[in-house]
């Protein structure tokens, strides 16, 4: 622990790479050595410091600036903010805004735990932060602010007097608009200060843009950021697909951004929705409720679900003396009506088996139940190994453990979304939908039940419904997650798609590159929609390429462009050994090929795709996902193979384009046409020059003519085959 007296640390400004370096001072120090688990505090520390490293310095310059910080879900997101905030607080932030949650119990809950963390109830510890909830421009409220500003401004403040001011507030427009008021009452000109918005995917964004519209909470937050002449505005989220794909002129499209990485007992998709599904159950299609399958009772699947939770439940309080939680989402749908159909369900199988557990032991009914838990013991035994206590050890303990488990219903059903006491029992079942789909944080959550489907696939909404990831790894034998099958090929498909997207981001972030440069694009299974239509401006476009060819529509360029793309071919080909291809005898000149076979997709892909400049939109969109289809296949293999031609080497062939500069039609035919008998005898048409196992890259060299003149000669253009082993779905966006 650091000393109280310990005096703030004035920030550095470097000027080697344009960045700042900030300091970890008392603040820091003390924040990671009472908050931060030993083995974290290293990574959490330079994490934060890359974080504000990247933000406008602490010098009061007019200048505005927006951070991408991308954990996963339930990965500690609240505590890496936590440390950004102490650590400006240690180099002279004077305001730190937390935007804080939809609703008041997760605005309460972060607050909460800001207070506790930060230790700002401990009465004999300096008064290093004020801190205010919700709070409006109010005499005492603007009085009380000023007065913390003018201490900075005074130079005779003795360092231990100054405090920076601590605002939560509720991502609500009234709530925002009042903090705006208060801003511009205040007055901070020169003032730096940091906006933390936690879960940012989420509400914050242009709900209307594509009607050329500001949606509420949008607006109030620009109108807050526009009364903060000098501050960094962070958003936090583990979904970032909505902020990554907003217009790249938008306040809220990030210029910088750094990746979390999770301590060690982290356990996300990857442990989740490995090859072998250990901890994945798949609920059958009877037991999920449907227009066409409406359910009168409740679900074999979820008895089976809540015999597993209440035999781990029973070894957790034997074995954790009844210290911490143990808890099970049952998160069935977004309609409130089907949580209470649930909910009762639950409480009433709850009620029956606590009152069969109390039946004399030779009741038969007791006997039944009993051995019906036991087939629940042999499934943990599979995962919890020998630390599970023995089954007849534990029956006695059964119906301790359920007197000692709530069933609570969550959602705002009644007006307001109840808390949950969670020291006041060891097990919890909580049925709920979205009140619990982000932020809501699940104690020991073990057990989760989700009959739910994807609805309109949204990939952001669907993976935060994933309560169960969390640093749960000296419990992971006692969790389940039983899925629909939509649901469960969702969150399989959604693993390759988070990491292909944090291994981009990552690249940017560690070559220190501004987030504008990067290439919208990313796999995606066709079954998953990155985010929600309504937040962007422009639209993305959707590929698959498999067994298919991808060539440019648009082949007419400046001199510029094709001088150099003539460059990037003679540079390629040279030093390749090619052969003729074999062939009909009575091929003509343009029918017949030089092949070279067995090259390295990599050096393909590094000497001569990405080199290659692609002009029309389109097709730069579609060029973009084959390279990035490409990628993915080189991280599967680094050592694929590729087969490249070269078409017509000794005769240049002609070519129509359009008013656009399109070609009219790329591809040599068949021949002969007729008698078809007979079609292709001769020349099987450009389409099966190709290796059908490899990635295979034609080579054309083509005069372009419009009214049968030629307009430019020597234009190389590369058309590119992929089997349909190195399939991937991908979306990319231009960068308007």
Same mark, same amino acid.
């Given at each position: ?351 029956? @088996? ?67 006491? @969670?020291?006041?029992?060891?097990? @919890? ?291 590119? @085959? ?15």
């Amino acid at each position: 622990m650091t000393n109280d007296n310990s005096i703030i640390v004035e920030p550095l400004v470097a000027s080697t790479n344009g960045r700042w370096e900030p300091v970890a001072g008392p603040e820091t120090l003390d924040f990671l050595a009472t908050v931060v688990p030993e083995a974290s505090r290293d990574n959490v520390r330079d994490a934060a410091v890359s974080i504000l490293s990247k933000s406008v310095p602490p010098t009061g310059e007019l200048s505005q600036g927006t951070g991408l910080v991308v954990g996963y879900v339930q990965s500690g997101k609240t505590m890496s903010f936590e440390t950004v905030a102490v650590l400006a607080r240690d180099n002279a932030f004077q305001i730190v805004i937390v935007v804080a949650g939809t609703a008041n119990p997760l605005l309460d809950q972060s607050t909460g735990r800001l207070r506790r963390d930060l230790r700002l109830d401990e009465p004999d510890r300096e008064r290093r932060w004020i801190q205010f909830q919700n709070p409006s421009a109010e005499d005492a409220t603007v009085q009380a602010i000023r007065d913390v500003l003018d201490d900075w401004r005074d130079p005779g403040t003795p360092e231990e007097y100054k405090k920076t001011v601590l605002i939560t507030v509720l991502k609500n427009y009234r709530r925002i608009q009042n903090m705006a008021d208060l801003i511009r009452a205040v007055g901070v000109q020169g003032v730096p200060v940091l906006i933390i918005d936690d879960e940012a995917d989420q509400a914050s964004l242009n709900t209307e843009v594509a009607q050329g519209q500001e949606s509420t909470t949008y607006r109030h937050l620009m109108a807050l950021r526009q009364a903060l002449p000098s501050h960094t505005y962070l958003q936090y989220t583990a979904t970032p697909q909505a902020p990554l794909l907003v217009s790249i002129i938008d306040s809220l499209s990030p210029n910088f951004v750094q990746v979390l990485n999770p301590g060690d007992a982290y356990v996300g998709g990857r442990e989740f929705f490995a090859d072998n599904h250990t901890y994945v159950r798949v609920i059958p299609p009877q037991d999920v409720p449907t227009n066409s399958n409406p359910l009168i009772e409740p679900p074999e699947s979820l008895l089976d679900a809540l015999r597993v939770f209440m035999v781990g439940v029973t070894a957790g309080i034997r074995e954790g003396r009844n210290t911490g939680n143990r808890s099970m989402l049952v998160h069935p749908s977004h309609l409130t009506a089907q949580h209470q159909e649930y909910y009762n369900w639950v409480r009433d199988i709850i009620d029956d @088996w606590k009152r069969i557990l109390n039946l004399s032991d030779n009741d038969p009914d007791k006997q039944e139940l009993i051995e019906e838990f036991r087939t629940a013991y042999d499934d943990l035994t599979q995962t919890v190994g020998e630390g599970l206590p023995n089954f007849d050890e534990l029956v006695s303990s059964l119906r301790f453990a359920f007197r000692n488990t709530r069933v609570l219903e969550v959602n705002a059903r009644g007006g307001r979304t109840p808390p949950v006491d @969670w020291r006041s029992a060891y097990g @919890w079942i909580l049925v709920g939908g979205q009140a619990m789909d982000r932020g809501f944080t699940l104690e020991g959550l073990t057990v989760t039940y989700m009959p739910r489907g994807i609805g309109v696939g949204n990939a952001d909404t669907v993976q935060q419904r994933a309560r169960f990831f969390g640093y749960k790894r000296y419990y992971l034998g006692y969790c389940r997650v039983y899925l629909e099958q939509g649901t469960l090929r969702a969150f399989q498909t959604y693993v390759e798609h988070e990491e292909d997207i944090r291994g981009q981001l990552e690249e940017f972030q560690d070559n220190g590159q501004s987030l504008n440069g990067w290439k919208r694009a990313f796999v995606l299974d066709t079954a998953l929609r990155p985010c929600r239509h309504n937040v962007l401006e422009f639209d993305y476009m959707r590929g698959r390429f498999s067994n298919s060819w991808v060539a440019p529509r648009v082949i007419l360029a400046s001199d510029t462009v094709v001088q150099a793309n003539r460059q990037a071919v003679a540079g390629f080909i040279q030093g390749l050994a090619f052969e003729e291809d074999g062939g009909h005898p009575d091929r003509t000149d343009v029918q017949r090929h030089h092949v070279c076979r067995g090259i390295p997709l990599r050096r393909a892909i590094e000497q001569l795709l990405v080199i290659m400049r692609i002009t029309g939109i389109t097709d730069s969109q579609r060029n973009t996902g084959l390279l990035l289809q490409l990628s993915k296949a080189l991280e599967d293999d680094p050592d694929e193979l590729s087969t490249i031609y070269r078409i017509s080497p000794t005769t240049r062939r002609r070519r129509g384009i359009d008013e656009n500069g399109e070609v009219t039609n790329l591809f040599q035919g068949e021949a002969p046409v007729h008698p078809r008998e007979r079609r292709g005898e001769v020349y099987p048409g450009d389409r099966a020059i190709r290796d059908n196992d490899n990635v295979t890259i034609q080579i054309h060299t083509l005069d372009l003519t419009r009214d049968d003149q030629v307009v430019t000669e020597n234009v190389p253009i590369l058309a590119i @085959w992929v089997p349909a082993r190195l399939a991937r779905a991908w979306i990319t966006q231009d960068e308007q």
